[in-house]
Structures are given as C-alpha cells and as structure tokens.
Nanobody, 118 residues
C-alpha cells in the first residue's frame, strides 16, 4: 500500500502564489509517475502536472509557465511539490496528489482546497 498526504492549500488573491506538497510513503518502489490533478465544482478531475521517476514532466496547457512540479526521491519516501504562481480564479479547485505504478494502478491523496479570490 501507498499513503499520499497533501498539504499547503488555502486562500490566495489573484496573482498570488501557493506551494502544495505531497508525501508518499509505504510501498513506493512500484511508483513511477506522480502528479497533481484538480477538480473544480461541477467539473471532472483533470490533470495539472505529472513527473516521472526520471524527471520527465508534463503540464496542462492552462498552467504552463505558471506552475512547476518537483519531485524528491528518497529511499523510503517521495516528496512531490507543486509551486503555483500567478494564480487565477479559475485555478480554484480541490487538488489531489496521484501516484501511478508501472502497472498503472492509481493511488490518491485526500485532496487539498485551493481558492483564488479577492
């Protein structure tokens, strides 16, 4: 089993910044890709950014140039960070950390709320 714990959400004004963190522990060896997804009210969960074990990244077009995903692979733990800059009201959503194994099994965190509002 893999445990994913997120932190760092909150309320920020448009144009501001937030940093989300996710710690993955447990049986993390099969985890290859990790990423962040978000779900706004009334919408489906959507990809924000992903990063593979080797460091290859992928971003949704809507966040390119504003968000940065980082990954720190320790022996027994992986720390995933999402640096979010120039935030917009449309970035408001619940953000979920995801870990995907080589066999494409998914693990999810509990989610953290990000609200961008003046």
């Amino acid at each position: 089993q893999v445990q994913l714990v997120e932190s760092g959400g909150g309320l920020v004004q448009p144009g501001g910044s937030l940093r989300l963190s996710c710690t993955a522990s447990g049986n993390i060896l099969p985890i290859n890709t990790m990423g962040w997804y978000r779900q706004a009210p009334g919408k489906e969960r959507a990809l924000v950014a992903t990063i593979t074990r080797s460091g290859n990244t992928n971003y949704a077009d809507s966040v390119k140039g504003r968000f940065t995903i980082l990954r720190d692979n320790a022996v027994n733990m992986v720390t995933l960070t999402l640096q979010m800059n120039s935030l917009k009201p449309e970035d408001t959503a619940v953000y979920y950390c995801n870990g995907k194994t080589w066999s494409l099994n998914d693990y999810w965190g509990q989610g953290t709320q990000v609200t961008v509002s003046s």
